[in-house]
């Protein structure tokens, strides 16, 4: 990264969705005598090294954080990127309820989607709730136990764009 130093949890199991990786940012100075808030982001392979995402662009996540902590006008974080599951990135960040509470005729027509190339949009069956439970009963609990993080509500935020921030909306 730009600033601070990124520490990956290779292939991170869940019994809820697919083993994933999972990039843990620590600001510049990060220190275990103080507590940080988290920032949990998804798609993480798309938050710090333009060389490897998909279209050679990064959120520069890093630079942007170490920014506003500098100039503070936030409060000390670490980032939590969360890789997203791939060809089921679609599936996994719908939020289920909403499919839920559809008519079984618009749950066929939403299932039924195409990508532009004409590829299913949805290659497996939704499992938003499944992605959640594993943000919330393994993966942040694993972070409250091995980095010096404040773990209440006002401390934990999530975040993303496209599906990743759709995701993030039915988090909250």
Do not use: C
Not at 65 to 87: C, D, Q, S, W, Y
Not at 129 to 145: S, T
Request: charge should be neutral; avoid cysteine.
């Amino acid at each position: 990264p730009a600033s601070g130093h990124i520490e990956r949890l290779q292939n991170f199991a869940s019994q809820y969705v697919p083993a994933r990786n999972v990039d843990i940012w620590l600001p510049p100075g990060y220190s275990d005598k103080r507590k940080y808030a988290v920032l949990y982001m998804q798609d993480g392979q798309m938050l710090f090294d333009a060389n490897s995402t998909w279209n050679k662009q990064e959120w520069q996540a890093d630079e942007v954080a170490t920014k506003l902590m500098a100039e503070g006008k936030v409060r000390p974080f670490i980032i939590v990127g969360v890789h997203n599951a791939g060809k089921y990135r679609n599936s996994e960040y719908f939020p289920q309820k909403s499919f839920d509470s559809l008519s079984k005729q618009d749950q066929v027509l939403v299932k039924e989607m195409t990508n532009t190339d004409k590829t299913p949009l949805f290659k497996a069956e939704f499992s938003g709730d499944a992605y959640l439970r594993f943000l919330v009963e393994e993966l942040k609990p694993y972070i409250d136990r091995h980095y010096s993080v404040a773990t209440g509500a006002t401390d934990t935020a999530v975040m993303g764009s496209s599906r990743g921030g759709l995701i993030s909306l039915y988090a909250l």
